[in-house]
């Protein structure tokens, strides 16, 4: 679990696969109305307001965003802010990119045109080619979509395939997508 400050009023909160299953939830499961999911943020707060040290009270306005990555998922925090006027509602977000590469060379262009673009890789060998799934911070999705699109066969539901491609492949690499273009 990592925990870090993006502002005074927000910060986030990085969770593994592992801290998931310690804490008893999943992605999909994640939702305000049911009760493991309120457990699972008071518990989230509780270590935030420790490690930040600051005054966050779980009963106050906040905005909470959750969005899926390769191996767990972050859950963003904005206090004093709330989409809903009645209920506190979770707004989770799946920006995974996944793509497919009939040939290492375009991969390798890809990843040279990637440039600065820090977001987490898994490289998987799949079906005679190269699948490619990114965990993009938001503001690098839509750049890392458009140079997809010119170097591969980018795919519309990029979680389904992401899971398949899990399922299905063989792992040659995770971890930092400028690793890829070296």
């Known amino acids: 679990m990592k925990i870090e400050s993006l502002n005074e009023n927000s910060f986030y909160i990085l ?3 592992e801290d998931m299953k310690q ?14 999911t309120r457990r699972v943020i008071w518990t989230l707060l509780e270590e935030a307001r420790n490690t930040l040290k600051r005054d966050i009270d779980p009963r106050s306005k906040m905005l ?22 009645g209920r506190l509602k979770v707004k ?14 375009r991969l390798f262009s890809f990843a040279s045109k990637s440039g600065s673009a820090a977001c987490e890789a898994e490289l998987y060998s799949y079906r005679n080619g190269y699948a490619l799934v990114l965990s993009p911070s938001l503001d ?40 890829l273009s070296v």
């Open 140 to 179: 690098e999705r839509s750049r890392l979509k458009l140079l997809l699109g010119e170097f591969s066969v980018l795919l519309p539901d990029s979680f389904l395939f992401a899971q398949s491609v899990r399922e299905h492949g063989t792992l040659i690499f995770r971890g930092n997508l400028q690793k």
């Open 64 to 85: 909470i965003e959750v969005f899926k990555s390769i191996s767990g998922c972050k859950i963003e925090f904005t206090l004093g802010k709330s989409e809903s006027t």
């Open 92 to 105: 989770k977000e799946n920006p995974l990119l996944a793509a497919f590469f009939t040939n290492i060379d």
């Open 23 to 36: 804490l008893g939830i999943s992605f999909e499961e994640l939702d305000y109305s049911n009760i493991e």
């Open 15 to 17: 969770l593994s696969d």
